[in-house]
C-alpha cells in the first residue's frame, strides 16, 4: 500500500525510470526524493518522516540506487530541457547540518499544470503512433468527420422538432401505444409496489430518526405528509389506475386486494411476512397506503416482472 503525498506523483515520473527495474523499497525511496524538489535534497531524517522506512534502510537504498547509475532525464513532459528535479542526485546525510537542510513543501500544484503534461504526453504518444502506422491519421481524421456530421445531423433534427413543440398550432401526439398491454400493466404495478414499500421504509426510518432526537419533530411531521401525499399517488397512479374500477365495483370490492396484487400471470406481486409485532418507533408516523401495505416489522419480497428461468 502506497499512501502520502506523493502517491499520485507516479504518473509524472520519467519514462527512462520504469526500465531502471527497481525493487518497490528502491522505487517509493525515489519518488520521495522527487518529493522534495530542492537543489540540497532532503536529510535521510526526511526521507525516513516521508517513507516510514527505518534509517539504515533508506542508507542502504540511496547506496543502491547511486549503484545504478541513473541517468538525467533529458527532457520534460513539455520538450523543454529538464531542471535539475530531475535527477538522481539530491541527497544528503543528517551529517552534513541537518538544520539547513530544505522545508518540504506541500503537493499543492496546479491542477491545470498536471493537465497541460497529461496532453503534451498524449500528444507525443499519438504522433508516435501515426509514425508507426501509417494512414492511421488520415483514418482517424475521416472518423472524426464523420461523427461531426452525424452529430451536426442530429442537432438540427432536434432543433426542428423544437420549433415544432414551440409551435402553438402544432397537434401532438402521444407517440405509438405498447401493443403489449398485459406486459405494460405488470410492469406499472411492479413499480407501484416497489415504491410502496421504499416510502413505507423511509417513512419508519424519519419515526426511529426523531425519536434518537436525531431529528427534528416538525421537520419529521412535514415529511411524513409529503410522503403520505406521494404514496397516494402512487396508489392512485399506479396501482389504481391499472384496474377496471367498473368491474370490480360490480363484484362489490371482493377481488381488489387480489387484482392489486397480482400479475397477469396469477403470480403474487408483494410477498410479505410479518415477523414482529408492530411496536412504537419513538415518533409518529403517518398513516399512508405504504404503511397500510408494509407496516412496521414486515419482510417482504417483490416478484420481478418477468419469472426467473426454473432452476436458476
Excluded at 503534461?117 to 501509417?134: D, G, H, T, V
Aim: hydrophobic letters at 35%.
Amino acid at each position: 500500500m502506497i499512501a502520502g503525498n506523493y502517491a499520485n506523483n507516479f504518473q509524472y515520473a520519467p519514462e527512462w525510470l520504469w526500465e531502471k527495474n527497481l525493487t518497490p523499497t528502491e522505487f517509493m525511496t525515489y519518488m520521495a526524493l522527487r518529493y522534495f524538489s530542492y537543489p540540497a535534497g532532503p536529510t535521510v531524517a526526511m526521507l525516513v518522516d516521508k517513507t516510514g522506512f527505518d534509517t539504515a534502510v533508506i542508507e542502504e537504498t540511496l547506496h543502491s540506487l547511486l549503484e545504478r547509475e541513473f541517468e538525467p532525464c533529458v527532457e520534460d513532459e513539455f520538450g523543454q530541457p529538464a531542471d535539475d528535479r530531475w535527477r538522481f542526485c539530491y541527497y544528503k546525510y543528517v551529517k552534513d547540518a541537518p538544520d539547513q537542510a530544505p522545508v518540504p513543501v506541500p503537493d499543492d500544484s496546479d491542477p491545470e499544470y498536471h493537465l497541460k503534461q497529461f496532453q503534451a504526453r498524449m500528444a507525443r504518444s499519438k504522433e508516435a503512433f501515426y509514425a508507426a502506422n501509417p494512414g492511421a491519421k488520415e483514418a482517424e481524421e475521416r472518423r472524426a468527420l464523420d461523427e461531426a456530421e452525424w452529430h451536426a445531423a442530429e442537432r438540427r433534427q432536434f432543433e426542428e422538432q423544437r420549433k415544432k413543440l414551440d409551435d402553438p398550432n402544432y397537434r401532438r401526439s402521444g407517440g405509438p401505444i405498447n401493443p403489449d398491454i398485459n406486459g405494460m400493466v405488470d410492469t406499472v404495478k411492479h413499480l407501484g409496489w416497489s415504491a410502496l414499500a421504499q416510502i413505507a421504509g423511509i417513512q419508519y426510518h424519519l419515526a426511529e430518526l426523531t425519536g434518537l432526537a436525531l431529528l427534528d419533530p416538525d421537520a419529521n411531521d412535514t415529511l411524513q405528509n409529503e410522503l403520505h401525499h406521494l404514496a397516494e399517488a402512487v396508489e392512485w397512479g399506479a396501482i389504481r389506475g391499472v384496474l377496471d374500477y367498473t368491474e370490480i365495483e360490480a363484484h362489490d370490492y371482493l377481488y381488489e386486494e387480489e387484482f392489486w396484487n397480482t400479475f397477469t400471470d396469477g403470480r403474487e406481486i408483494a410477498i410479505r411476512i410479518m415477523v414482529e409485532e408492530e411496536r412504537d418507533v419513538g415518533a409518529p408516523i403517518l398513516e399512508s397506503p405504504a404503511t397500510i401495505e408494509f407496516p412496521h416489522g414486515t419482510i417482504y419480497h417483490i416478484n420481478p416482472v418477468t419469472p426467473k428461468p426454473e432452476g436458476t
